[in-house]
């Protein structure tokens, strides 16, 4: 079936690093990417997205890519701070179905 | 605007026992979700209610039923609870289905234990 893939599962940086989370996706029909951040004892909640006729878009520390081609797509997480700690799932939207990858748990250090 | 309300926040069921999961959003969004998140599952759907009236299985439905209320209210049931269903179960909400610029809104879910 249809599936993302999302590496790492768990990323440690130190406070002002960057961190990068890749994910594949496999259904070529998908057209909406969109990231989401879970902390603890909360439900994910979205942080950024983007559409498939686009190929980066940036909100402040946080920017995302996509490669339709090679069907990749990133988040990027500039001077981390440590309340970007939390767990963070990329999604693949199709006109009838959301797949989302396995998560990526990510701590900063301070 | 409360978005998506869950309730209960905690549950702890006996094996056997039947209970109903409530979910109301307030954004008067078509589609409704549940979800299931267990470690190093991910999420994993349950079932899903792209309009009112209509329901439909997803990724992991046995063990549970579902009803679209009204357009605000979408419940899960347990009607014998099995400590395989041990887990946090979110529910989630969306403008259309599927469509672009349409992410999900998701509560802060109810965490299940049966024992």
């Known amino acids: 079936g249809e599936n993302v893939e999302q590496h790492p599962s768990t990323l440690s940086v130190q406070e002002g690093d960057s961190a990068v989370i890749k994910c594949t996706y496999s259904?070529?029909?998908?057209?909406?990417f969109p990231w989401y951040k879970q902390e603890l004892g909360k439900g994910p909640q979205l942080i950024i997205d983007i559409r498939s006729n686009v190929g980066e878009k940036k909100d402040q520390r946080i920017a995302v890519t996509l490669n339709k081609t090679a069907k990749h797509f990133s988040l990027h997480i500039t001077e981390t701070q440590p309340e970007d700690s939390a767990v963070y799932f990329c999604?693949?939207?199709?006109?009838?179905?959301?797949?989302f990858g396995p998560g990526t748990s990510l701590s900063v250090i301070p | 605007n409360a978005g998506v309300t869950q309730t209960p926040k905690f549950q702890v069921l006996k094996t056997g026992q039947s209970m109903t999961l409530q979910c109301a959003q307030d954004m008067n969004h078509n589609s409704m979700y549940w979800y299931r998140q267990d470690p190093g599952m991910g999420l994993r759907l349950i079932y899903y209610?792209?309009?009112?009236?209509?329901?439909d299985k997803g990724e992991v439905p046995n063990g549970y039923n579902v009803s679209r209320l009204n357009k605000r209210e979408f419940s899960l049931r347990l009607e014998s609870a099995a400590p395989s269903q041990t887990s946090v179960y979110f529910c989630?909400?969306?403008?259309?289905?599927?469509?672009?610029?349409?992410?999900?809104?998701f509560g802060n879910g109810t965490r299940l234990t049966v024992t």
């Open positions: 989630a909400s969306s403008v259309v289905p599927g469509t672009e610029n349409s992410p999900l809104h």
């Open positions: 999604a693949a939207q199709t006109y009838d179905k959301v797949i």
């Open positions: 209610s792209a309009s009112e009236g209509t329901t």
């Open positions: 259904d070529s029909a998908s057209n909406y």
